[in-house]
């Protein structure tokens, strides 16, 4: 049976971000269909009504291409988070939204701030972060796998757009690598060797048995088998006749 610290798929580990995804969409074809606009529901920075926003604002996007951008890094991000990260992914994902959401509330310009990216931010560098951090190789391989998808990223945590919330993004980014530090569990359990066990008793060891105290070989001879129950001997006497037929005179 499968542990919480094991790595293996399961439905929820895709079917949860397919539904994360899908609710962003949903937000925006309703908003399409019966020309809503959910602009006022993002961070609006040192306003408390802004405050919703902390939870809304990640709902709602500017544009198809604005929704676009997000949901594919939020839907390979999370699936990495939701598989590999099986016993704080909650944690994360919730927190981590939250917590991004107050930060920009408190950091942000004078306007509205919507979409996700806070939050595709805040996972991508806690995929990184944690993975360089745990020392464990396939938590290494996703890391360099975040950066090379993600990379590029990077720039956008400062300001050379004033179209972009860079403050959501830098929010996002802080946010992952606290979290990174913050959550010590290991998310893999390391196998261990029977040396490496508690209860391991070199001198049980079959192999090191095979050696002396100073590290030199011993041949180990197989166990003798039990001798089998004598059997009667058996005497065999062989007589040399002489042929009389060579004998006789022509």
Do not use: C
């Amino acid at each position: 049976m499968a542990t919480k610290n094991q790595l293996y798929f399961s439905n929820e580990v895709i079917g949860y971000p397919i539904l994360f995804v899908g609710i962003l969409w949903i937000v925006f074809w309703a908003e399409m269909r019966f020309g809503w606009n959910f602009n006022f529901l993002g961070i609006f920075p040192q306003r408390l009504e802004g405050l919703r926003g902390v939870v809304f604002g990640p709902m709602v996007h500017s544009s198809l291409k604005h929704l676009f951008n997000n949901s594919v890094p939020l839907l390979v991000l999370t699936t990495a988070l939701f598989y590999f990260y099986r016993s704080i992914r909650w944690k994360v994902l919730v927190f981590g939204l939250l917590i991004t959401g107050v930060l920009t509330w408190l950091i942000g310009r004078p306007a509205l701030h919507i979409g996700a990216s806070g939050v595709v931010y805040m996972l991508a560098a806690f995929l990184f972060f944690k993975g360089v951090f745990s020392k464990q190789f396939q938590l290494t391989a996703l890391a360099f796998i975040v950066v090379f998808l993600y990379g590029s990223l990077l720039w956008y945590v400062f300001p050379i757009d004033p179209k972009i919330s860079w403050e959501g993004h830098l929010s996002g980014f802080a946010v992952g690598i606290v979290f990174a530090f913050l959550f010590k569990e290991h998310p893999i359990t390391n196998k261990k060797y029977e040396w490496e066990q508690q209860d391991y008793n070199e001198e049980d060891d079959p192999f090191l048995k095979h050696f002396d105290e100073n590290g030199n070989f011993i041949e180990q001879l197989p166990e003798e088998e039990e001798p089998l129950e004598e059997s009667p001997r058996i005497t065999v006497r062989y007589t040399l006749r002489k042929d009389a037929s060579k004998d006789t005179d022509v």
